[in-house]
């Protein structure tokens, strides 16, 4: 990571450094201060699909004649980026101890339905790209995307958005194909081997972008014809020949699209991508892509000086289907290696911690990601999970474990992504839905204001969110057990005159509980339990709690 220098030098030499390569540690990335710096590595993020989280503007719930009956759950549901920004100012992703949103793709989507012998099913999840150029009108408009980001900004809260690069939307009457040197349609995946995993289409009628050619091409027929009848062609293809001189790179498929994902970094200053289907993509083109878009949020920095959040490089986070930290760094394709995170990605999506949550203790799973984050991605991280839009095997998908889900996720160290619902115990199983249809119900906003197991259930994610955001010892410090029985540990952050120390109890007993502190805090000082709200003294290296809690949160007051 690039080191953090003085704020006035940043100003100064913002672009020039924009192109340095990322291979200082992170150490070196937080600022000597006083207030609690933002750690990417000690992130909490919190992951929603736009068209199912809340909808802010009922008037745009249809676009496009997009009226066909659908499969359950297969359709739009009126979700939108205005219904996001409304719990954003409301207060709720604060009170969560969120501080970074990850949305689904807010880009145009294909306009016609596809029958995936399911019944027919529209581009809702945001993932069939029709114009990367355009927002889709059932998300909403620039103007409030706009509106969410400085929203988002003004609470602390990072936006990352979603990069889609391997594949177009599906074809159908109303979304011809794009042409022969774009895409190919033909070349099924196998998953055999290296080749076979990323020259091919993921599935049938999902359209494979040509990533590896650097063959000049056209604008695609239908995008020109497109946006003369919205009148802007003009300025689309200024700006594209403006891209192509600057950068010198040849006008082949991909470049176009970096191009026009990089604009949403230039024109809204999110904090980053979280980027799909890495492993189904040539990993020099995800260098590529991390030079144009570091340079793009170093031109957004330097012409909206007042708007800078912090001084964090861009974000990207890769999603590597299947990769877990017990690999390393590297990703196996069975014939050969990737390291994503070279000169690319800051983090991988890490599918691992399901099977960890279910087969280990809580030490075990603490200290073995403390020893990853400490050694082998000292320079880098991982975005833990426990439920997500596409994993049909979550760690609990019938919700019978939410405090313990809560437990894991929340206090293992990296970043960790808590999925819409998983705070509220949203249901993963819905009558007549079939496949990840399931993990995709309407937020259940109704329980969260009205249902008082509900509301204990987000009262425990509030609780350990708001410390986890309060301190990135929580997720980036190191990890030492205090005892077993009952179980207390300490996570300490000590970087560049920076220091953060907690300790923590999990499913300790209620009542009395005297917790040794001595290796954590001095003798005298005032500490607090987040959790119950107590405050004590450590006399004689420890402390006494008395609460009915089976938790203890201990800071200094």
């Not at 999506?349 to 075990?364: C, M, P, T, V």
Request: hydrophobic share 35%; aromatic share 12%; net charge negative.
């Amino acid at each position: 990571m690039k080191k953090i220098i003085a704020l006035a030098l940043i100003f100064l030499t913002l672009s020039c450094n924009t192109f340095s390569k990322k291979n200082e540690t992170r150490e070196e990335n937080i600022a000597v201060s006083n207030e609690t710096p933002f750690v990417w590595e000690a992130a909490n993020i919190y992951f929603l699909l736009i068209d199912r989280f809340n909808n802010g503007d009922k008037s745009n719930d249809v676009n496009f004649d997009r009226t066909e009956e659908t499969a359950v759950l297969r359709g739009f549901e009126g979700g939108d980026i205005q219904g996001v920004t409304q719990k954003i100012k409301e207060g709720y992703f604060t009170d969560l101890g969120i501080n970074a949103i990850w949305m689904t793709p807010v880009v145009e989507q294909i306009h016609g339905a596809t029958n995936e012998g399911t019944g027919n099913t529209y581009g809702y999840h945001g993932y069939w790209t029709k114009d990367w150029t355009a927002i889709d009108p059932n998300f909403g408009t620039r103007e409030e995307l706009a509106e969410l980001v400085e929203a988002a900004h003004q609470n602390g809260i990072r936006i990352l958005l979603d990069a889609v690069i391997n594949h177009t939307g599906p074809v159908t009457e109303q979304d011809p194909v794009w042409p022969e040197e774009w895409v190919r349609n033909d070349t099924a995946c196998t998953y055999q081997d290296y080749e076979s995993t990323v020259t091919c289409t993921l599935v049938e009628n999902l359209p494979d972008i040509r990533t590896e050619s650097d063959e000049e091409v056209d604008l695609p027929p239908q995008l020109v014809e497109k946006w003369k009848a919205e009148g802007r062609y003009e300025e689309e293809v200024a700006e594209l020949d403006a891209f192509f001189e600057r950068t010198g790179h040849p006008r082949a498929p991909r470049f176009y699209i970096m191009k026009w994902l990089a604009d949403y970094i230039t024109d809204f200053g999110i904090d980053g991508y979280r980027v799909d289907t890495v492993k189904h993509t040539e990993e020099y083109v995800w260098q590529e892509f991390r030079d144009i878009a570091d340079h793009a949020f170093a031109e957004y920095k330097e012409n909206n000086p007042d708007r800078v959040l912090d001084f964090n490089d861009f974000y990207m986070v890769g999603e590597v289907y299947n990769y877990g930290i017990s690999s390393g760094q590297e990703f196996d394709y069975g014939d050969r290696k990737v390291n994503y995170f070279d000169d690319a990605f800051d983090a991988l999506i890490n599918f691992e911690l399901k099977y960890n949550a279910r087969e280990q203790g809580l030490d075990s799973i603490y200290t073995k990601y403390n020893n990853a984050l400490m050694t082998t991605f000292d320079d880098h991280g991982f975005v833990n999970y426990l439920t997500s839009h596409d994993d049909g095997d979550p760690f609990d998908k019938e919700r019978e474990k939410p405090f313990e889900t809560a437990n894991v996720l929340l206090l293992t160290p990296g970043t960790s992504q808590v999925y819409y619902g998983d705070e509220s115990a949203r249901t993963l199983v819905v009558e007549g839905a079939e496949g990840d249809a399931n993990l995709r119900s309407f937020m259940n906003w109704e329980e969260v204001e009205s249902n008082e197991e509900t509301q204990k259930i987000l009262e425990h994610w509030q609780k350990l969110g708001q410390f986890r955001a309060a301190h990135p010892a929580v997720g980036a410090g190191d990890h030492q057990m205090i005892s077993q029985e009952p179980y207390y540990f300490s996570r300490n952050f000590d970087h560049n005159g920076f220091n953060d120390r907690v300790v923590i109890g999990v499913n300790v007993p209620r009542g009395e509980k005297t917790i040794k502190v001595s290796d954590v805090f001095e003798e005298g000082e005032i500490l607090r339990d987040a959790y119950s709200g107590i405050s004590v003294e450590v006399e004689n290296g420890q402390v006494v709690i008395v609460s009915d809690e089976e938790m203890v949160l201990l800071e200094k007051e």
